[in-house]
C-alpha cells in the first residue's frame, strides 16, 4: 500500500467517525456510507474534499449533500432489504446509491438530463444494478411505479408535495426537506397511516428548491 492509499484509507475512517459523532447509529446504514465512497461522485478540483463532511458543488448549479445530512436523512427512512424507494433529485447520485445498498430497488428521477446521464455513468461503473434512474418532473413523483416503500426528496419543498404523498404506501415514508426559503428548512419525517399522516420535525436543514418542469 502507498502512502496515498494510507492517506485515502484514514480521510476514509474519520469520514465515517465523524457521521458516527453527527447522531448515527444505525449499522447498515454506516456500512452503506463505508461501501460507497464519495469521492465516485465529486469530480474536478473538488475531489480533494469528497471526504469532508460538507455540501460541495456539482453541475447545473446543484450540490452534492453533505454526507452526514445524506446518512441522518436514510437512517430517518428506516429502510428495509425489500423495499422499493423513490428518490426525488437524484443530483450526483450519492444518496440513491447509499439507498442501493439497503433496498431491493431504487428509482430516482431527476430534472436535470445532463446530471441524470453522469449519475448513470457512476452507477455503472460501481455495479449498483437495483438502481433505475431517469429523466423527468419529480414533484410529481413516478406513479407508474408506485406506491413506494420509502420516498426520500433531496430538495426543499414549501409542503410535502401531495402528489408524493398519494404515492406513498401505508406504513410508508418519506423524509422531505420543507421550507419557503432556502435559509429557513425542516427535514419533515411523514408515516403514512390507515386513516392519515403523521408528521414529525427532525432538524434545520438546507437544501435547493424543488423545481417543477425540466431542466437542462
Request: net charge negative; glycine share 8%.
Amino acid at each position: 500500500m502507498t502512502q496515498g492509499d494510507d492517506d485515502l484509507s484514514e480521510q476514509r475512517m474519520r469520514f465515517i467517525y465523524t457521521i458516527r459523532s453527527r447522531g448515527v447509529t444505525d449499522a447498515r446504514v454506516l456500512s452503506a456510507m463505508e461501501r460507497i465512497d464519495r469521492r465516485a461522485f465529486v469530480t474536478g478540483i473538488f475531489s480533494d474534499r469528497a471526504y469532508e463532511d460538507m455540501p460541495l458543488p456539482i453541475a447545473c448549479g446543484q450540490t452534492i449533500s453533505q454526507p452526514s445530512v445524506v446518512a441522518l436523512m436514510t437512517e430517518a427512512l428506516q429502510v428495509s432489504p425489500r423495499d422499493k424507494v423513490l428518490e426525488v433529485g437524484t443530483g450526483s447520485g450519492y444518496q440513491a446509491a447509499i439507498l442501493s445498498q439497503l433496498a431491493r430497488r431504487v428509482y430516482t428521477v431527476e430534472r436535470h438530463r445532463t446530471l441524470a446521464q453522469v449519475a448513470q455513468r457512476v452507477f455503472n461503473d460501481l455495479g449498483l444494478h437495483n438502481i433505475t434512474s431517469m429523466v423527468s418532473d419529480g414533484s410529481y413523483g413516478l406513479p407508474e411505479q408506485a406506491p413506494f416503500d420509502r420516498i426520500i426528496v433531496t430538495a426543499a419543498a414549501e409542503d410535502p408535495p401531495g402528489p408524493l404523498l398519494a404515492q406513498l404506501k401505508i406504513g410508508g415514508i418519506m423524509v422531505v426537506p420543507v421550507g419557503q426559503s432556502d435559509t429557513v428548512q425542516s427535514l419533515i419525517r411523514v408515516i403514512r397511516h390507515d386513516d392519515g399522516f403523521e408528521y414529525e420535525e427532525m432538524r434545520a436543514v438546507r437544501f435547493v428548491p424543488l423545481l417543477e418542469g425540466l431542466g437542462h
